[in-house]
């Protein structure tokens, strides 16, 4: 998972506000989320679509799976 650098620092600081570590952070979010159910992806995906146009992935050639 990718996170912006306002992203990345929004949650850290609920972590550190909680004690707590950012993956436990994400996957309250996204417990959250999928509880909720009434979230409309669509609007969400198309509302973000090109939001970080200067963000690189590396090619999957490069990921590790160790």
Do not use: C, K
């Not at 949650?11 to 417990?31: F, H, K, S, Y």
């Not at 090109?50 to 490069?62: L, M, N, Q």
């Amino acid at each position: 998972m990718y996170l912006t650098a306002d992203q990345r620092r929004s949650i850290d600081q609920i972590a550190a506000r909680n004690g707590t570590t950012m993956a436990e952070v994400i996957r309250t979010a996204l417990d959250r989320y999928l509880r909720d159910g009434d979230v409309d992806v669509d609007h969400a995906l198309a509302s973000t679509f090109g939001a970080a146009p200067e963000a690189s992935v590396p090619s999957r050639d490069e990921w590790s799976r160790e």
